[in-house]
């Protein structure tokens, strides 16, 4: 009990599990990975110029800045009108895309991938569809090309576009825009002048996830693209197959890194958010161009409040011809959006009940045979049951560390957290294969390679970041208010836990725990390396599948896998909604 009172005079010490966990397993290998790479302790840039000094690696570095640009830019150019229109929307369709818009982006890796071999392949949806209406002869080349990477990684990285410049739109004052228009703005340049400017921030948080993640895509490229659409995380998967040479390997996954670390150096992707600090612009570098907007728009918002009571009541949203044919464009354009990004999901689905010996679209007969395919294997089950397993491991420690650390980060000074909370998500900030490579080295050197405490521990250390951003988003609109008379009333500062501040926050503790399962079950690059080709989760035996033959076994697996994040989220709308009937008052 004792140590239980000083914990909470010193909360900072409620994040050395999730930190301790992390040094151990991706800190310092991190580190000794680095000094691998500079031949420590001679201290050369031997592996690094060796590197550069093969064309073919920098056409694959090039190759991997260009691939990641162009589907970033992509991103941006869909992503922005869709949380624009989702924004606008009215609150029960807002909710309802939100919906739409994360179950894909919940959705495995690995199935989204495969959905788009079943639609692009020589055999696949398109090549039937158009060898049937006669427009082709032969299939056509859809799939082991550029344009298949774009498709996937695109389709992948739309959500995490979208979600951040949703939140960024919501919470921007609609004020300004109304004082732009009573001034004469016409409803375009109200958008440039003022609205545009305040989602920038947005932009530039999307953005750059995007383009760091993209940096890291190996599964992707590797099943969609040809040989010469290899990423540099494909390179390095490579080296780690075909060479033990750990210095090169090093080099290449930090040069990788360099890569993401510049980027986040130059433009601050600030994922620790901002409890605690003084409201501002998320983009610190045009904070006075932001003050100098947000405070003329104050006064005009103030100065126009009589004039638009007379005259918006009656022009601003009127319904006419032209803002009929524009909200025509943007339902089509969500539409548009929604079905690119369910409808592969929704493929997999029916073509997994085909009664064929192969899958077809729409299947010209119903049966369950590769549902039963896959109940009757047991190299199937088996891995399904290896992947509960650790998912649950991974769920029950990430959870207790990460809804510690992030209850301890709640209560620490603003700069300290920013640093910790940075340092805690670094592994799902980073490319993967770095991670993979780092953890690698960790448990080699606690023995624990081709074990599941050893894969369990590599998936927490991501599941722990996703933990610790649930838990803290749940926190920050916790009212501290309750803590101090529960203490006031001499409760302990664990029965204020249990009794006030656990019922408050469970439903971010639970939804973080569904989420770290989710990582965990859906991880294949780091569980590759670290299971040391005696363990064989399900996601790691579907890669295998799919990259030496197509079993239609998989499109049963994956259309359970699809159905998994919204059972995720059933789950957690029912904690919430019972949250929320505990938390009101009963009637007198």
């Known amino acids: 009990m004792k140590m239980i009172y000083k914990l909470g005079r010193l909360p900072i010490a409620l994040t050395f599990p999730a930190l301790a966990i992390l040094l151990a397993v991706f800190g310092i290998p991190a580190v000794l990975l680095f000094l691998t790479s500079l031949n420590a302790p001679a201290f050369s840039l031997s592996n690094y110029e060796e590197f550069f000094s093969h064309l073919a690696n920098v056409r694959v570095l090039l190759q991997t800045v260009q691939v990641s640009i162009v589907a970033t830019v992509v991103c941006v150019i869909i992503g922005y009108p869709t949380a624009y229109l989702i924004a606008a929307a009215s609150k029960r369709l807002r909710m309802a895309l939100l919906v739409l818009v994360v179950i894909p982006y919940l959705t495995s890796f690995l199935v989204r991938t495969y959905a788009w071999i079943v639609i692009l392949g020589d055999s696949g949806l398109i090549n039937n569809l158009l060898l049937d209406l006669g427009v082709v002869s032969s299939p056509a080349p859809l799939i082991y090309n550029r344009l298949a990477v774009y498709i996937g990684m695109i389709h992948i990285m739309l959500p995490v576009m979208v979600l951040p410049l949703v939140s960024v739109m919501l919470g921007i004052d609609k004020s300004f825009m109304a004082a732009a228009r009573s001034m004469g703005a016409r409803p375009f340049v109200a958008f440039w002048r003022v609205f545009f400017p305040l989602s920038l921030p947005g932009v530039r948080s999307g953005s750059l996830l995007v383009f760091v993640l993209c940096l890291g895509f190996y ?6 693209g040809g040989l010469g659409d290899a990423m540099l995380s494909t390179f390095i998967a490579a080296q780690v197959e075909n060479s033990l040479d750990l210095a090169r390997i090093a080099a290449s996954s930090f040069i990788l890194l360099a890569l993401a670390g510049i980027m986040l150096s130059i433009f601050g992707l600030d994922l620790s958010g901002t409890q605690g600090r003084a409201a501002g612009p998320a983009w610190k570098p045009s904070q006075n161009w932001w003050r100098s907007i947000a405070s003329p728009m104050r006064h005009l918002n103030e100065l126009a409040i009589g004039y638009r009571a007379k005259r918006w009541a009656a022009t601003l949203y009127q319904v006419t011809g032209s803002s009929g044919s524009w909200r025509m464009v943007g339902t089509v354009f969500v539409v548009l959006v929604m079905f690119y990004l369910l409808f592969p999901s929704v493929v997999v689905i029916v073509m997994s009940f085909s009664a064929g010996p192969s899958l077809h679209f729409p299947p010209s007969a119903l049966s369950l045979q590769w549902y039963h395919s896959f109940f009757g294997s047991p190299a199937w089950t088996g891995a399904a049951w290896t992947s509960i397993q650790i998912g649950v491991a991974v769920a029950l420690l990430s959870t207790v560390v990460g809804t510690l650390a992030a209850y301890g980060l709640s209560r620490t000074f603003p700069r300290l957290r920013s640093f910790l909370t940075l340092a805690i998500l670094t592994p799902i900030t980073i490319p993967s294969i770095v991670v993979a490579i780092a953890a690698y080295l960790g448990l080699l050197k606690f023995g624990l390679i081709g074990t599941k405490t050893g894969i369990a521990l590599t998936h927490s250390i991501g599941a722990t970041a996703y933990v610790v951003v649930i838990v803290s988003a749940t926190l920050a609109n916790f009212d501290r208010q309750l803590e101090l008379a529960a203490k006031s009333m001499r409760a302990s500062p664990l029965q204020t836990f249990k009794r006030v501040t656990l019922p408050l926050v469970r439903p971010g503790i639970i939804g973080g ?14 569980t590759s390396l670290v299971s040391g080709l005696s363990i064989r989760t399900l996601p790691l035996k579907m890669w295998e599948n799919i990259r030496h033959e197509i079993d239609p076994t998989i499109a ?26 505990r938390s ?3 009637p007198s």
Do not use: C, G, N, Q
């Open 219 to 224: 599964i992707t490229p590797a099943a969609l």
């Open 513 to 526: 725990a569904l989420f770290a399962f989710l990582h965990s079950f859906d991880e294949v690059v780091k």
């Open 556 to 581: 049963a697996i994956a259309s359970m896998l699809v159905l998994l994040p919204v059972a995720w989220l059933i789950v957690l709308y029912i904690t919430w909604w019972r949250s929320e009937l």
């Open 584 to 586: 009101k008052p009963f």
